[in-house]
């Protein structure tokens, strides 16, 4: 059946240049970095990244009608941008304007066996997005308005992110349901240096979906606290650390800014969805279908599913579309967060952001099939694990899944 609901994707636009290091000794690549130092490495793999391009051609993959916002330059990395987009469909330009003035953004990412990412970033055009470059007619046109990367679109996060929350009033007045997804900035920027708790209590009223990563949301805000996470880590790798004692706490923190549904995307250790009550979701707008009440109270934790790891690029936009297309199809909160996790697992077992994913029907015939989860064990948390969708469902969850007869 085809899917009538269209989504509009607008924000951060670059291209990516990933450097082809698959055959370099696991964790050895930093250790090979000398200067006069040749390093035989891969062919280079082009694509274009960042949420435009992640979220929207995923959708796009998943079946789901999608119009691209974003911003390029006059410049051979714009018409790269341009020639990849039309590739998938060239309806997909439509909506990426072209400054003569500005330079295209775009990104190096170091992607080698054994280690976390490093990305190289340019931001470029992304810098100069303005609420003027989104046609709100088309967002009216839209049941879905998905923005991301604020972070890194100076535009967005200065003045106490006035443009930034501009631009999801206006969206919001349409009817439209809204989400909004982050980025991790440089630590040095001038991003980081903004109050992110004025902003997002700002924005958060306008946004029904909000999607960051625990990463991100601890260091936008609870910096003193991330922090320490990651020195006691001793590998910046703070996801063993996640509790569902922690989620709960930074969730309610989101939920009483006026955020409605949150998705926290946690890398290896899945997905955590949690949801305000039924009165705070009258209003989600188009994208839902008159099943708001289905996702009122909803607190639960889908682990990964099974998969041999080849890249992580674009891992957490997969997650987000595979989110919001079952949202768009009016799947329930449970088996909108497996398809979360099952877009994202696809993602990984590709070195890109795209060329792992996989229709829809195609990817839900996978997780019907068994798919093998992960080990997650959140008993000792007073979880409950549900043996029909394979989620950990916390004890405050409305509906929440309840042992019977003793089994």
């Known amino acids: 059946m085809t899917l009538t609901k269209r989504a509009i994707v607008a924000g951060h636009i670059c291209l990516d240049i990933i450097p082809g290091l698959e055959d370099l000794p696991a964790g050895q690549f930093i250790n090979l970095l000398k200067p006069g130092h040749l390093i035989n490495i891969g062919e280079a793999h082009l694509s274009t990244g960042g949420p435009v391009s992640n979220t929207g051609l995923a959708l796009h993959t998943l079946g789901v009608p999608t119009w691209l916002v974003a911003k390029v330059g006059e410049d051979f990395f714009g018409r790269a941008i341009l020639q990849i987009l039309e590739n998938y469909d060239h309806r997909l330009t439509d909506g990426i304007k072209v400054e ?42 839209s049941d879905l308005f998905h923005f991301g990367y604020p972070p890194v679109m100076k535009t967005m996060y200065t003045s106490g992110g006035r443009e930034l929350a501009k631009v999801f009033r206006l969206a919001k007045k349409t009817g439209v349901t809204t989400s909004l997804d982050m980025a991790f900035p440089d630590p040095a920027s ?21 999607a960051p990563s625990i990463e991100e949301l601890l260091f936008l805000l609870h910096r003193p606290l991330y922090a320490n996470m990651v020195k006691s880590s001793g590998t910046n790798d703070i996801l063993p650390e996640i509790t569902p004692e922690l989620l709960g706490e930074l969730s309610q923190e989101l939920l009483n ?32 279908s008159n099943n708001q009440e289905e996702w009122a109270e909803q607190e639960l934790w889908a682990p990964c599913f099974d ?52 229709p829809w029907d195609e990817t839900m015939q996978r997780v019907a099939s068994g798919w093998m989860r992960q080990p997650l064990d959140l008993t000792r948390e007073g979880w409950m694990l549900e043996p029909e969708s394979g989620l950990w469902v916390s004890p405050i969850s409305k509906r929440s899944f309840q042992v019977s007869d003793g089994k």
């Open 100 to 141: 003569s003035q500005a330079h295209t953004s775009y990104t190096v990412i170091i992607n080698s066996p054994g280690m976390d990412r490093i990305f190289l970033h340019y931001v470029g055009a992304n810098d100069a997005f303005y609420t003027s470059d989104i046609d709100y007619r088309l967002v009216a046109e």
């Open 190 to 210: 001038n991003a980081a240096q903004v109050d992110w708790r004025e902003i997002l209590s700002a924005v958060l009223p306008s946004v029904d979906i909000f």
């Open 257 to 288: 800014f006026g955020a409605k549904i949150m998705l926290l995307k946690l890398g290896y250790r899945g997905a955590y969805l949690r949801t305000s009550n039924s009165s705070a979701l009258q209003n989600l707008g188009r994208a839902f």
């Open 307 to 358: 998969v041999q790891v080849v890249g992580t690029t674009g891992s957490g936009d997969a997650t987000i579309s595979g989110l919001l297309s079952a949202i768009l199809r009016g799947y329930s909160p449970r088996d909108a967060l497996t398809a979360a996790v099952a877009v994202g697992a696809c993602n990984v077992e590709a070195p890109d952001a795209l060329s792992g994913l996989k």
